[in-house]
């Protein structure tokens, strides 16, 4: 494996940068634009990601048109808001039924346009402006973007009857359909985006993960999902790999990669691999950035914590039993903990005497390892691919009654999205809980605001038309007031980084949105609370200072800091947390 040098590589006109929240793609988006800038050549660099810091980055203020960057001649940076543009393309697509339909199937229309497929859509829309503008490509030798499509948004936009008017048709009503609504005047320049991508002569797709398992099963995914597509030409840059261990901390961080390295997914161990070594310095400013492919350097971060006291997972318990909690959803994107931090609470709520049933969606079901079914907990494994499939049967033997094999096929793709996964497993999650009412529920997956508002529009919508297609079962009917209760409790996980952060604090946003109060987030895998003495991690943990110190903000002190660990958990270790 050899290190990541774009100066050194055969790179097309167009790269594409994907990967899971917080692998550092932004950064090294950012490496590649600066690194090929500075041997001359004309360069665009184009963020589309919601959690885009680009203009902390170069620290200018960046438009969607594109700003030259001084210090870097060859250099112009554009920085797309997706969120913005999902929202002028939401009320673009409502705009002429104000005054037509009756508020509530506005209403849910609104929300049918709220989610993260839609935003995607939007992101498409925008960046396909700088993949066919004729001057574009005559003035810039490589575009280059941060983000890049999923595979759900390249199969709708293949789909005929994605182009139609969808949104009046939807036959479950609780998910992601009407994106394309009203796009047909675009088909063709959506069409030459998508051909573009799939051109390994003008198209590298660089997929870019951390050496962890999660991040790298991400990664496959993404890879498998376009390369049916035909976005064949790919690459992946692992970033962040730790090379120094000479302290117990540091040499259990450093096994722990070699762990997930030895157990990369078979189709990612076919594509050119490099990586990128750890850095302990913050990736900000052009200095920063022009050294991230060269060479590491200590941090520089001054902040210190703001927080009198870190709080640990009792001072969390204590309040959740102070305050009579019935309902425990631990909240977060995946990979930031949150099964071990459900787990954690189920364990020390049945160390206070309580009895606890603890929910899981965690695939390989580890808990069973590491926690025993006595002292008052007891479990269940919700099958998240049987939940989904057993719903996309139901909603499509009813759009089978009523549609045509086109519009069926939409269907079909529309229960791809992760909203639709969501509905699903929330359906079983309600059971648990409806059944489990003489016990504290503990639940390891929360729905998002989104889905929560879907669900709640959705029955509002049909009781407006009578319409009993998708139909929602009483249990999570009964649910969805309950969630907004004193009795459940919402909590957010997180990492100390900036992108799971910006992603937590949007999730917290959505939350708000379906009036869900939350109050604690667990800062999960602080490197800064296991006091390592290695030079590097303990340079680099300091540049969790600012973020620990954020959430603190955000949370007016209701936080949590729970310090890195290996993955081998025991039940004292929870108890421990």
């Known amino acids: 494996m050899i290190q990541f040098k774009p100066n050194k590589i055969n790179l097309t006109k167009y790269m594409f940068f994907t990967g899971k929240g917080g692998v550092g793609k932004t950064s090294i988006a950012c490496a590649t ?44 940076v554009a920085n797309l808001d997706p969120v913005q543009a999902a929202f002028d393309y939401k ?9 037509k339909l009756p508020e509530v199937v506005l209403k849910n229309m609104e929300e049918q346009l709220s989610g993260s497929c839609t935003v995607e859509i939007a992101a498409f829309n925008e960046f396909t402006k700088f993949i066919t503008d004729d001057e574009i490509n005559v003035t810039y030798e490589h575009i ?20 139609s008017n969808f949104i ?21 320049k959506y069409k030459e985006a998508v051909e573009t991508l799939a051109d390994k002569n003008k198209t590298t797709l660089v997929l870019v993960s951390r050496p962890d398992i999660t991040p790298l099963e991400e990664a496959e995914r993404s890879s498998r999902e376009l390369l049916e597509l035909g976005v064949k030409n790919q690459m992946l840059v692992l970033n962040g790999i730790f090379e120094s261990p000479d302290d117990e901390i540091s040499k259990s961080f450093y096994h722990k990669q070699q762990v997930a390295l030895e157990s990369i997914p078979n189709e990612l161990k076919k594509l050119e691999i490099t990586y990128v070594p ?17 060479e590491n350097r200590d941090s520089n971060v001054k902040e210190e914590i703001k927080s009198k006291e870190m709080k640990n997972l009792s001072a969390l318990i204590d309040d959740l039993i102070e305050t009579n909690k019935k309902v425990i959803f631990t909240m977060g994107k995946g990979g930031v903990g949150k099964t071990t931090i459900a787990a954690a609470i189920a364990m020390q709520l049945a160390k206070r005497g309580k009895s606890v049933h603890l929910t899981t969606t965690d695939p390989a079901a580890h808990l069973k390892f590491v926690i025993n079914e006595s002292s008052g907990i007891t479990m269940s ?34 229960l791809k999205s992760p909203c639709t996964q969501e509905i699903a497993v929330f359906r079983s999650f309600a059971e648990i809980v409806e059944r489990a009412s003489n016990e504290i529920v503990v639940i390891d997956t929360a729905p998002t605001g989104h889905t929560l508002l879907l669900l709640d529009s959705t029955q509002s919508y049909h009781k407006e038309v009578k319409r009993t297609q998708g139909d929602i079962p009483e249990s999570v009917k009964n649910l969805l007031p309950r969630l907004k209760s004193e009795e459940t409790e919402v909590i957010i996980v997180t990492l100390p980084e900036t992108t799971p952060v910006y992603e937590a604090m949007r999730l917290e946003e ?39 110190n954020k959430v603190n903000q955000i949370t007016q002190g209701n936080m949590v800091v729970i310090p890195w660990k290996s993955v081998e958990i025991k039940n004292n270790e929870l108890l421990e947390l």
């Not at 280059?144 to 182009?163: E, I, K, N, V």
């Not at 750890?278 to 060269?294: D, K, M, P, Q, V």
């Not at 939350?518 to 600012?546: D, G, H």
Request: proline share 4%.
């Open 168 to 188: 009046s048709e939807s036959t479950h009503g609780a998910s992601c359909l009407g994106q394309l609504s009203g796009l047909e005047a675009k088909k063709t």
């Open 91 to 99: 009320e673009s697509v409502i705009a002429p039924y104000r005054g």
């Open 33 to 76: 634009a600066i690194s090929l800038a500075d041997i001359g050549k004309k360069v665009l660099l184009v963020s589309t990601d919601p959690a885009s810091n680009l203009q902390d980055v170069f620290s200018t203020t960046l438009t969607n048109k594109g700003v030259p960057i001084e210090g870097i001649p060859n250099l112009v």
């Open 510 to 548: 959505d939350l708000n949105r379906a009036e869900i109060a939350t109050k604690w987030w667990v800062v999960n895998s602080s490197m800064l609370s296991t006091a390592t003495t290695n030079r590097l991690l303990s340079s680099k943990s300091k540049n969790e200072i600012p973020w620990i």
């Open 144 to 163: 280059l973007f941060d983000t890049a499509p999923t595979g759900h948004t390249l199969r709708m936009l293949q789909l005929p009857s994605a182009w």
């Open 278 to 294: 750890l850095r302990s310095y913050n990736i900000t400013g052009i200095e920063n950035l022009r050294l991230l492919l060269i």
């Open 381 to 414: 494994h919700i099958d998240e691919k049987k939940e989904l499939e057993r719903y996309k049967n139901e909603v499509l033997s009813k759009a089978r009654e009523i549609m045509s094999e086109d519009d069926i096929a939409y269907i079909e793709e529309d």
